[in-house]
């Protein structure tokens, strides 16, 4: 048994111990692996969240930079490119957050945050 294995046994031992159900199911609907009732995985709901920004605001994405499980689905953060400058450091990035239902179905999107790229918070030194 490899080390890799070892851990996804002790993983699974833990999670069987804490309120799952038949099936491989949790209480709340989640399986074990961190899917959502339908199958999909977080990197699927990742990539879906994305989907749904880019056609939302017909912006390239720079890629996920949060994703969080909430009781009726998901919470992704997409950073997005809203204005490509030169040199790209001057780009003027923003955070979209998406919510997505358990099949990956856009729930809402709002825009969180707007920044330059080269941006640093001052008032977090």
Do not use: C
Request: negative net charge.
């Amino acid at each position: 048994m490899t080390v890799a294995q070892s851990r996804s046994t002790q993983s699974r031992s833990a999670q069987n111990q804490g309120g799952q159900r038949k099936g491989g199911q949790s209480e709340n609907g989640r399986s074990e692996n961190g899917r959502g009732r339908d199958g999909l995985s977080p990197e699927e709901i990742a990539r879906k969240a994305v989907e749904h920004v880019a056609e939302m605001t017909g912006r390239d994405s720079e890629g996920v930079i949060a994703l969080e499980r909430t009781d009726d689905g998901w919470r992704v953060g997409v950073e997005v490119v809203e204005s490509g400058r030169i040199p790209d450091t001057n780009d003027i990035l923003a955070v979209y957050e998406a919510e997505l239902d358990d099949e990956g179905n856009l729930l809402s999107y709002r825009r969180t945050d707007r920044y330059f790229r080269g941006r640093f918070d001052r008032d977090k030194r």
